[in-house]
């Protein structure tokens, strides 16, 4: 049984690129139906990364590494009618410089910390279907392309159906999310047009005053290649309004071979907006004795105008239960490992706060400034942004990357066992060049 749905998971994923062929066999006139959307971006990026003494870049170099990033993203979404319609998302990329560079010297002198290096292309090896192929690929640089999104939906008159590669966002955290279990972004990233998708099934529908969302995300074992259900997803989420102003979602999902039930609400307190988010975790594997853990989230959001200036604001409290201050644990606890490898925890202590400030210094230039603080320690890091909209499609965003802390801090450095540098997060500068059609 378990086969058969994956191998249909993965027909329909496919059905996408032939769907309209079979939709106007069915219909002569189907095409007249039919209504196409066209986008996409070329983004340019580039960065100066600063790697930091006491590291293991002491063994390949402290000297700043230069970065590039090239980016061709074409999205096409097909309606046919008001029954159906397709997604798709292709894009190519290259990416190399000097940290890539160092990162293959670092796989070899230390495969186990560096098993994949640094700046390299992202793969399917967890996903059903692979479609991610690398061009060409060296100690300097890497060429691929990939299709990020390849769904099929259908709509019902009762709900909608979609399968294939698509991405799905829970819960309401802006910085960090526990309930966002699928890909989320990692605190410090600022550029957030699209999250990677993955290949799953997805069924929403209202039920009575509440919507209900069903999700089935199948996966590989990476190091079998085998289709295996130990490592999929599959869950829901109801959400409802408890008041006029106030909306809740309940989550409960077996991901991968633990269970996740979670509850989130949002809400508003005068002008200002308010959301928290709650998860329980049943570990199918104890993790330092433990077999379950909590994580949560809230965070409060306010916009007002000062000195004839628009300005944004929220603050965020964010609590880690399957984290504590050994930050050594990450090489020892297969909990907290397995969870750094899938993309899913970023944060090696228990508590955080964050904060972001948004000034419009010009209708045309925006300046963010976010910082976040492990509370623990105290560490953390200051992530400066400017974004100014030089036409309706072109933008042009500065940033920079700046953490600090004492030793044995998770943002400062901490001790690596068995070796004789930190971990440390290295210091960087960044601009991109994006332009939108």
């Not at 409290?317 to 020892?332: E, I």
């Not at 899938?342 to 955080?352: D, I, P, Q, T, V």
């Not at 210094?361 to 100014?388: A, E, F, K, M, Q």
Request: hydrophobic content about 40%; charged content about 20%; aromatic content about 14%.
């Amino acid at each position: 049984m378990r086969q058969t749905v994956l191998h249909l998971l993965l027909l329909c994923s496919l059905g996408c690129l032939l769907a309209p062929a079979a939709f106007a066999q069915d219909n002569d006139s189907a095409w007249d139906n039919v209504d196409m959307e066209w986008g996409g971006h070329f983004k340019n990026y580039g960065r100066a990364l600063f790697p930091e003494s006491g590291t293991a870049f002491d063994d390949v170099g402290l000297d700043a590494n230069f970065d590039g990033f090239t980016e061709l993203r074409l999205n096409n979404k097909t309606f046919f009618g008001n029954t159906a319609y397709t997604e798709l998302h292709w894009e190519a990329s290259l990416t190399g410089g000097g940290t890539r560079e160092d990162g293959e010297k670092l796989k070899r002198l230390y495969p186990a910390l560096y098993p994949n290096g640094l700046l390299t292309p992202p793969n399917d090896d967890r996903r059903l279907v692979d479609l991610t192929a690398v061009v060409h690929e060296d100690r300097g640089a890497a060429v691929y392309h990939r299709l990020d999104r390849a769904m099929v939906a259908l709509t019902p008159e009762w709900g909608e159906v979609r399968l294939g590669r698509q991405a799905v966002t829970w819960g309401h955290g802006f910085t960090f999310n526990p309930m966002d279990l699928f890909n989320p972004f990692a605190p410090t990233d600022l550029e957030r047009d699209y999250k990677l998708g993955d290949d799953m099934a997805l069924i929403q529908f209202p039920a009575g005053d509440m919507d209900v969302e069903l999700i089935y995300v199948a996966r590989r074992d990476p190091n079998t290649k085998d289709a295996d259900f130990e490592q999929a997803s599959v869950g829901g989420k109801l959400s409802f309004a408890a008041t006029d102003d106030t909306g809740v979602d309940i989550i409960l999902t077996r991901h991968y071979q633990d269970y996740i039930a979670g509850v989130g609400a949002a809400g508003y307190i005068g002008d200002a907006a308010w959301r928290l988010d709650v998860t329980g975790t049943l570990l199918n594997a104890p993790s330092r004795g433990r077999t379950a853990y909590l994580s949560a989230v809230a965070n409060v959001d306010y916009s007002w105008q000062w000195f004839n200036k628009n300005w944004y604001g929220y603050v965020e409290l964010y609590y880690n239960g399957l984290s504590d201050a050994d930050y050594a644990d990450q090489f020892s606890d297969t909990a907290i490992a397995e969870r750094i490898a899938r993309g899913e925890l970023y944060a090696l202590g228990s508590l955080y706060w964050s904060g972001n400030i948004n000034c419009e210094i010009h209708p045309l230039v925006n300046l963010y400034l976010t910082s976040i603080v492990n509370l623990n320690d105290p560490s953390g890091v200051w992530l400066p942004r400017i974004v100014y909209d030089m036409s309706d499609n072109l933008r042009l965003s500065l940033s920079g990357s700046f953490s600090w802390g004492a030793h044995n801090t998770e943002y400062g450095g901490y001790d690596i066992p068995g070796y004789s540098f930190d971990q440390k997060p290295s210091d960087s500068v960044s601009v991109w060049l994006t332009r939108y059609f």
